[in-house]
């Protein structure tokens, strides 16, 4: 895929030496992968009738096997347009989502989730607030047409996030979908981005109560399963974001092992992609690499001329060339959601992610 796996640009998280090539590749699995109902996932089936279909459920996200998939899928191609005037896909892009970001398709994805309050929590709802922030940051006719129809269930979701994910006691330090980190992150980036304070103030005071006193993480651990995210890193990822850097230097010194030395050098060593070709949940580790490569990247920015930076940076070069290249497979089980992590870290300098 030309040079699009060099680990240097990939790192500088900027979008102008990205091809119409590029763009291209980058657009065609989401917007394949929107508009394909089928396989998807069935959470649970109410009666003998069976499950409705995805479209009868999700009018707006029905695509992408899962609702969280669909919605980032939304996201990287809202991004994309935003980022290349001049994209290859425009115009279908363009029409693909204005016949789904509709107002009577979101009022009833809307009704859907004030009927089922812990649906896609937090994962989901972290991906949606990124999908309306970057609408805030294009600003375009068509982007304040599309966030306009969205605005419903945009409203439905920060009520949700404080209601049910902010007053949580505890945090969830998987690698998977309720990773209580990631989902803080975003809705951090979210309120910032549109400039809702008070609610980036309360995800700081979590973020806080929740891993402030975290001390020698045992690193060595990951991954677990098959995590398409580093529990340790996505969490140093957010608070290098609550932190100024004086106070996340030494936040690291007390959470992070020495990362130099065995067995916890392991934290940054790739993952491989061995398993069985018919284990599809194997490409979660594919996306591992791409997270933690921007992880890895984020926090190396934050950790100025500390020890660990070095170590951090080279790693993050590596996950980046393993993470991309994994990550344009035609296999649905990573096509579906792959290309938005990896539009992700190639544009994490372009706005809407850490802003300050």
């Known amino acids: ?76 191609l809202v991004r994309q347009l935003r980022l290349s005037e001049e994209h290859p ?125 975290d001390e020698a993480y045992p690193v060595e651990y990951e991954p677990l399963g098959w995590d398409f995210l580093s529990p340790s890193l996505t969490e140093a990822d957010l608070m290098r974001r609550v932190y100024d850097r004086g106070e996340f230097r030494a936040w690291a010194d007390r959470f992070f092992p020495d990362v130099r030395t065995a067995p916890y050098a392991s934290l940054l060593d790739p993952a491989r992609v061995d398993a069985d070709p018919d284990e599809g949940v194997a490409l979660h580790l594919v996306g591992l690499n791409v997270s933690k490569a921007w992880a890895l990247a984020g926090v190396v920015d934050a950790l100025g001329d500390h020890p660990y930076a070095d170590p951090f940076a080279e790693s993050a070069r590596r996950h980046a060339e393993s993470g991309v290249e994994g990550a344009f497979t035609d296999d649905y089980a990573g096509s579906h959601w792959l290309s938005s992590f990896v539009c992700y870290l190639l544009t994490r300098g372009e706005g809407g992610v850490a802003p300050t």
């Open 89 to 213: 896909n425009r115009a279908d892009i363009v029409e693909s989502l204005d016949a789904r970001l509709t107002p009577e398709n979101v009022r009833r994805e809307a009704e859907y989730l004030k009927a089922n309050p812990a649906f896609e929590k937090p994962y989901g709802w972290a991906w949606l607030l990124h999908l309306d922030a970057e609408l805030s940051l294009w600003g375009s006719e068509t982007a304040e047409r599309w966030r306009s129809a969205l605005e419903p269930l945009t409203r439905t979701v920060r009520s949700l996030v404080e209601s049910e994910f902010l007053a949580q006691e505890r945090p969830f330090r998987v690698g998977t979908h309720g990773n209580s980190a990631f989902a803080l992150h975003c809705v951090r980036d979210y309120a910032r981005t549109t400039g809702e304070d008070s609610l980036a103030d309360a995800v700081d005071e979590a973020a806080e109560s929740f891993f402030d006193g």
């Open 1 to 76: 895929m030309d040079d699009i796996t060099d680990p240097e640009r990939i790192l500088r998280g900027r979008s102008d030496w990205l091809t119409p090539e590029m763009w291209e590749r980058l657009a065609r699995h989401p917007l394949e992968s929107v508009d394909t109902e089928f396989p998807h996932y069935v959470r649970q089936v109410d009666s003998p009738e069976g499950a409705p279909r995805p479209k009868e459920r999700h009018p707006a996200f029905y695509g992408c096997y899962d609702w969280h998939s669909a919605v980032h899928s939304h996201w990287a």
